[in-house]
């Protein structure tokens, strides 16, 4: 039985890939930083097979007192799935610093140290997964979005550079790209906003969580054992 540790595990995308690996088998770590709540309450629904973790993942201590303790419970993390993020639309003239560092602290920089605290066990087992969530904006850049488009621009460069480090070792490195998802991330659109948007999408609706979770159960399998270095859009097709 795999142990997966699924970083922002409370809410969204997360959470529906916690609730997917969970009922295929997996023992889960479930990471979350402030929705205690939330977290305790979906990890209730897999009695003892699902174990919630808080850590701030932009914060090396926190994460790597996270893998001590999934270590302690599950034994090593085989596939750790790098999701936690957070959004903000500015102007990029008005971002402060502090804003900016942030985002990449916790995108960026935070799937840097959970990678880090992964992989030993990984090269040591000669097996592992890693699938990071970028977004379509990492791809193309998003207009109020720049920091965030170049924390996700940079997992991406950091997913390509693993695969070909960690490939020897047998651990794969895989990336998806989600387009407009509907999750709380989405909250501070208005409803005209997100029709405008399922309209613009090639297949006419916003994506649903599950259909994100689906691409990382998939990537994170024995199935895809030859796929490394990719990055997988699940956008409705809105970028190609
Ligand atoms: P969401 O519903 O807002 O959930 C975000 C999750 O990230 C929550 O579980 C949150 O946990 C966690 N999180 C935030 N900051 C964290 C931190 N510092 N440490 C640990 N966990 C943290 O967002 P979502 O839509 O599911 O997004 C999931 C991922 O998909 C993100 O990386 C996002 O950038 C990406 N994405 C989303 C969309 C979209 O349209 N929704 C599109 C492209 C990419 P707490 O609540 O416990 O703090």
């Not at 970083?7 to 969204?12: A, E, I, K, L, P």
């Not at 890693?130 to 791809?139: K, P």
């Not at 940079?154 to 997913?159: A, N, V, Y």
Request: proline share 2%; glycine share 12%; charged share 20%.
């Amino acid at each position: 039985m795999r142990t997966v540790l699924i970083t922002g595990g409370s809410r969204g995308i997360g959470a529906e890939a916690v609730r997917l690996f969970a009922n295929a088998g997996c023992r889960v770590v479930l990471n979350y930083n402030a929705s205690k709540e939330a977290a305790k309450a979906l990890a209730a629904e897999f009695a003892g097979r699902v174990l919630p973790v808080r850590a701030d993942v932009a914060c090396r201590t926190e994460v790597e007192a996270m893998f001590r303790r999934a270590e302690a419970v599950f034994g090593g993390v085989d596939v750790l799935i790098c999701n936690a993020g957070v959004a903000q639309q500015k102007l990029f003239t008005d971002l402060t610093e502090g804003e900016w560092r942030r985002m990449l602290d916790v995108h960026l920089t935070g799937a840097f140290h959970c990678c880090q605290c992964a992989l030993p066990h990984m090269i040591r087992q000669r097996w592992g997964r890693i699938v990071t969530v970028s977004s379509m904006w990492g791809q193309v850049g998003g207009s109020c979005e720049a920091a965030y488009s170049a924390a996700k621009a940079g997992l991406i460069g950091l997913t390509k550079a693993l695969a070909k480090e960690e490939g020897p070792s047998g651990v794969t490195v895989n990336c998806v790209a989600p387009g407009v998802i509907d999750t709380d991330m989405m909250a501070g659109f208005s409803e005209a906003d997100r029709s405008a948007l399922a309209d613009e999408t090639p297949v006419g609706a916003l994506g649903t969580p599950r259909q994100v979770a689906e691409a990382l159960l998939f990537l994170a399998g024995e199935r895809a054992g030859y796929i490394t270095g990719q990055v997988l859009g699940v956008n409705g097709g809105l970028v190609i």
